[in-house]
């Protein structure tokens, strides 16, 4: 039931892209996006509803791809603060109690 | 800073002993979630109250965990006799419709 992100890592080097992803075996009612720090808690990026529009902002941005029961994470012209690890959240429907379910991560470094 | 509070940040203490930990969630939120996290992986639930109604429990909590939210407000998680395997971050989250917004956890090392 736990969604799988892929890839694992990446290193950018500023003003790169990267696209994370993150895949589920079961329906998705929503996908949560959240940016982790060494040592920090998780830090809310965006979410995306089953039938809702492509969100995103500033320079970060995702879909929803309820057919596939994928989500993927756009991140374009990184900066050295986008380093970290990112985690990708389900819920299966909208009556579990808001309770996600998280991917293992994929730890993003972007060096200068 | 998300608002949501967690005391203490850092607890270490011997196996076999009580903890308690703290959380104080953004005051309008009617649910609040816990979550524990170990080295490398993503949070994994553990339980979520509906205003001071604890609705669900995952199976990771065993008996020796306990959470209560008295007055809907402030919720504390127990674990009696700690093992070493308890060692983790243990975060809290709240929220009021569907975004959880996360406290910075406590960090708990049993020895």
């Known amino acids: 039931q736990q969604p799988v992100q892929s890839p694992q890592a990446v290193i950018l080097r500023e003003g790169e892209d990267a696209v994370i992803n993150c895949s589920s075996s079961?329906?998705?009612?929503?996908v949560h996006w959240y940016r982790q720090k060494h040592g920090e808690a998780p830090v809310f990026l965006m979410i995306?509803?089953?039938?809702?529009e492509q969100k995103g902002h500033e320079k970060i941005s995702a879909s929803f791809n309820e057919k596939k029961q994928q989500s993927s994470l756009y991140l374009t012209a990184s900066q050295l603060s986008y380093s970290g690890t990112y985690f990708c959240?389900?819920?299966?429907?909208?009556?579990?109690?808001?309770?996600?379910?998280f991917g293992q991560g994929t730890e993003l470094s972007v060096k200068p | 800073d998300t608002g949501v509070s967690q005391d203490p940040r850092h607890k270490i203490t011997k196996r076999g002993q009580n903890v308690t930990f703290r959380c104080d969630p953004i005051s309008e939120h009617n649910r609040l979630y816990w979550y524990r996290q170990t080295l490398g992986q993503g949070p994994e639930f553990l339980t979520y109250?509906?205003?001071?109604?604890?609705?669900?429990k995952s199976r990771l909590l065993s008996d020796r965990f306990s959470a209560e939210r008295p007055k809907g407000s402030f919720s504390t998680l127990e674990i009696q006799r700690t093992e070493q395997g308890d060692s983790a971050m243990y975060l809290c989250a709240s929220t009021s419709r569907e975004t959880q917004y996360f406290g910075p956890g406590t960090r708990l090392l049993v020895l």
């Open positions: 079961k329906a998705l009612y929503s």
């Open positions: 995306l509803l089953k039938g809702g």
């Open positions: 109250f509906q205003n001071e109604a604890q609705l669900e």
């Open positions: 959240g389900t819920e299966i429907s909208n009556n579990q109690g808001g309770k996600l379910i």
